[in-house]
């Protein structure tokens, strides 16, 4: 690339006087730094960290450990989670769920032992991670209805309720548990 704006010719132009397409670097960054806010019996720590290049934050996940999406293992957070038992962990990106900063880019613990969902009648209706059709990661207030999976987003009102035959939806676990931590990106 830099080679055609030295030479001020079309990169496609070079490209078919060399053996291959020149290959343009990954400007992924290897690690970015963060703040994670562990909040504990009403007091609340801060930890600087580095989170692995390829994650994408604005993005549901799940991860098994706790401490997956970091590079390094921040040592100092791991008194706070010494005593967990949960096995998955699911990454919420968004304020979608709530208009305050309780699920916001946070960390939370998963059960996917009952696996059930509730049906439309029940007064909890609980935070489902979801594989959507075409294996598609979302999360959501979900409940069943007959057949159908409902998925609702509540403090998206442009986000209209998702309703999915339950056979095409694959369920991964529901949220059991306080947030683990936030993160805010430096």
């Not at 704006?5 to 730094?33: A, H, N, S, Y």
């Not at 994670?36 to 098994?64: C, Q, S, W």
């Not at 979900?142 to 369920?171: C, M, T, Y």
Request: glycine share 6%; aromatic share 10%; proline share 8%.
């Amino acid at each position: 690339m830099s080679l055609a704006m030295i030479f001020r010719v079309p990169l496609e132009e070079l490209e078919r006087g060399l053996d291959g397409p020149v290959q343009v670097p990954d400007t992924t960054p290897i690690v970015r730094p963060v703040v994670i806010h562990v909040r504990r019996n009403d007091r609340e720590f801060e930890y600087h960290a580095t989170v692995k290049g390829e994650i994408d934050l604005g993005r549901p996940a799940i991860y098994k450990n706790w401490d997956d999406m970091f590079r390094p293992t921040p040592l100092r957070l791991q008194r706070h989670f010494n005593g967990l038992k949960c096995s998955l962990f699911g990454w919420v990106p968004d304020k979608s769920l709530s208009p305050m900063v309780r699920y916001c880019r946070s960390l939370v613990p998963l059960n996917e032992q009952r696996a059930a969902l509730d049906d439309e009648n029940s007064v909890d209706k609980r935070i489902w991670f979801v594989y959507l059709p075409g294996e598609v990661l979302d999360f959501g207030i979900a409940f069943q209805e007959g057949r159908w999976l409902h998925l609702s987003k509540p403090n998206l009102p442009e986000a209209p309720v998702q309703k999915i035959l339950r056979s095409r939806v694959d369920l991964v676990g529901y949220v059991a548990g306080k947030v683990l931590f936030h993160l805010d990106l430096l």
